[in-house]
């Protein structure tokens, strides 16, 4: 089993930045997929990021290419979402979760565990 907290959620002006972390525990954080997600009120959860077990391999959104950054720090057990140049339209709640039999989906089905999420909110 695994348990993900995320933190670094906030309100950012829009061309702000922000870093989301996500801890996790009950297993290394280096032996599945990671991905991070967001849900806006009203709107399907969507797929941002993820990052594969072993090799760090990654795989983005159109939506966030080149703005968003995820990595991972093997010795704290830690994914973590960098978000530049923040738009108003980026506000929601930021998930991530953990896909123990994927690779790299986009898919939020297929993910297995989830955190409680983090809001973050861009003022205009």
């Known amino acids: 089993q695994v348990q993900l907290v995320e933190s670094g959620g906030g309100l950012v002006q829009a061309g702000g930045s922000l870093r989301l972390s996500c801890a996790a525990s009950?297993?290394?954080?280096?032996?599945?997929?990671t991905g991070w997600f967001r849900q806006a009120p009203g709107k399907e959860r969507q797929f941002l990021a993820a990052?594969?077990?072993?090799?760090?391999?990654?795989r983005y959104a159109d939506s966030v290419k080149g703005r968003f950054t995820i990595s991972r720090d093997n010795a704290k057990n830690t994914v973590y979402l960098q978000m530049n140049s923040l738009k108003p339209e980026d506000t929601a709640v930021y998930y991530c979760?953990?896909?123990?039999?994927?690779?790299?989906?986009?898919?939020?089905?297929?993910?297995?565990?989830w955190g409680q999420g983090t809001q973050v909110t861009v003022s205009s």
């Open positions: 990052i594969s077990e072993n090799d760090s391999r990654t």
């Open positions: 979760a953990a896909d123990l039999s994927s690779f790299l989906s986009g898919v939020a089905a297929l993910y297995d565990y």
């Open positions: 009950g297993r290394t954080v280096s032996s599945y997929t």
